[in-house]
């Protein structure tokens, strides 16, 4: 089996969507790197597929594309260049594929929008070239969930081949090295890592994570106003902070982080500490800043509050090897999710973002706290329990109601989680973890499309019906 990295599950690049943003950015991306002819490109035009249609505008799919073909980096780019690109296209109807071949474009003709879906996956999308010469070439994309992309079965992306020492696809697999090795979940993940990569490069990787997502966290905290799209909905982040913490503006991260260890909190006041933490990441992901993927955008919340709330609050003499543990473990879980289930939620619903997140972190949380690798299971377990079934149906299609206040309620179910696990048995255990993750593909797969990220169904119908 393909090796899933910490890499995958962890990336970096902006909202609001890791499947309807990222995923598009990424194929417009691998469009231009493997065609060989787009010095003779005259036209373009791309054609958008079921979910990727129906919540596009919301998920800002278009401007991604663009974004991409223009060859811009998600991980790098900054807001000033997305705004530039984005203005000198739609101003000049005019695009620069790779930043150097300049062909006419006009979004409002060549992005076509289609509720039709292709039977590989509901996020799809075509991209169709035309040279000169005449001659028409048409390459399919598929968006997976958590910036994964594929052209079709077997072809999606993979960092390597069987070369790692534990290949994982269920948990009870990754309990039994455990067990036989005498390792903790954290230690398995870096032996297979450090198949690929040093010790080194896997713990700079994953404290370069921590920092983007440290600062999608202060910036969301210290930001205000209404997020774009034109749903009107004020940042609650800053506020929040507020109310617990003065004062609550400082200079730097650094600073930040530091009036906050060792802050003496309340069984009331955390859940205060922990919803601004995660709120304020989503708020940076709706307004298309840049956030870590974990494993989706738009759960891209719900890790760092767990993580800061244990930094600050729980343990705040812990640092880089417990920050690079909880990565490890939260990472694995969530492969073990996308092997055996699915992190898009336009295939399984936000039970597949929001349910796989907070079991990711919940694990982890266990594991810092002490928790050996069959409590981290439960851990996990008990987490994605009480997300199944749950839908995805964002008003008007933007990442923002109900998906940012769900980051917070998938954190402090994360914490609650942990700690029940740290006390339980795991010889008690009546659901093992394996089976929550079976369960929750089912569950996906009887669930109605119309609650699979299409805003056909629940609150995105119901709230903006009109009254009679």
């Known amino acids: ?55 596009g505008k919301g998920h800002a799919t278009d401007k991604a594309i663009i974004l991409g073909l223009s060859g811009l980096d998600p991980a790098s780019v900054t ?18 594929l790779d930043g150097r071949v300049e062909i006419e474009f006009d979004e409002n003709e060549d992005i076509v929008f289609t509720t039709e879906f292709l039977d590989f996956h509901a996020n799809a999308l075509s991209i169709t070239s035309l040279n000169h010469e005449g001659y028409t070439r048409e390459e399919v994309y598929y968006s997976l969930g958590g910036g994964f992309i594929s052209q079709g079965e077997g072809k999606e992306e993979s960092i390597g081949d069987q070369k790692h020492p534990f290949p994982i696809t ?41 920092d983007v997502m440290l600062h999608s966290m202060y910036r969301g905290c210290h930001a205000e106003g209404v997020l774009p799209g034109g749903l009107e909905v004020k940042r609650r982040a800053s506020r929040l902070l507020k109310n617990v913490m003065t004062p609550a503006y400082y200079t730097d991260t650094n600073d930040w982080i530091q009036a906050l260890k060792g802050t003496e909190v309340t069984i009331h006041s955390i859940f205060k500490w922990v ?23 738009g759960s891209a919340g719900v890790i760092p509050a767990v993580l800061m709330a244990y930094l600050c609050f729980y343990k705040p003499s812990a640092g880089r090897k417990q920050i690079i543990e909880f990565l490890c473990v939260a990472s694995e879980i969530g492969c073990i999710f996308k ?17 796989v997140s907070s079991a990711m972190a ?67 255990i009546k659901v093992p973890f394996d089976k929550v993750v079976k369960t929750m ?24 019906e009109i009254e009679c």
């Open 79 to 96: 807001s000033d260049q997305i705004q530039k690109t984005l203005h000198d296209v739609f101003h000049n109807k005019r695009l620069e």
């Open 1 to 55: 089996m393909d090796y899933l990295s910490v890499r995958d599950m962890f990336k970096i690049g902006v909202g609001p969507s890791s499947s309807h943003t990222l995923g598009p950015w990424k194929a417009a991306l691998h469009w231009i790197g493997h065609t060989d002819h787009i010095d003779k490109v005259h036209t373009i035009q791309i054609k958008l597929y079921g979910s990727l249609s129906l919540t």
């Open 339 to 355: 092997k055996g289930s699915t992190i898009s939620a336009a295939m399984g619903g936000c039970q597949a973002e929001i349910g």
């Open 170 to 210: 269920r948990g009870n697999e990754l309990l039994k090295y455990c067990k036989d090795h005498d390792l903790s979940i954290a230690e398995v993940v870096m032996a297979n890592e450090m198949a690929y990569f040093s010790r080194e490069e896997i713990e700079n990787y994953l404290l370069k994570i921590w």
């Open 441 to 464: 593909w089912s569950t996906a797969q009887d669930m109605h499309r119309k609650y699979k990220e299409t805003s056909e169904g629940g609150l995105a119908v119901t709230v903006n």
């Open 362 to 428: 919940a694990a982890a949380l266990c594991h810092v706290k002490g928790g050996s690798p069959e409590q981290c299971l439960i851990a996990a377990e008990v987490a994605m329990e009480h997300h199944l079934g749950m839908t995805c149906d964002p008003i008007n299609g933007l990442v923002q109601i109900p998906c940012i206040e769900r980051n917070s309620m998938g954190a402090i179910k994360a914490i609650n989680a942990a700690h029940i696990a740290l006390e339980r048995d795991p010889e008690d």
């Open 275 to 297: 919803s601004a933490f995660a709120i304020a990441v989503n708020e940076e992901n709706a307004a298309m800043g840049r956030v870590v993927t974990a494993p989706t955008n």
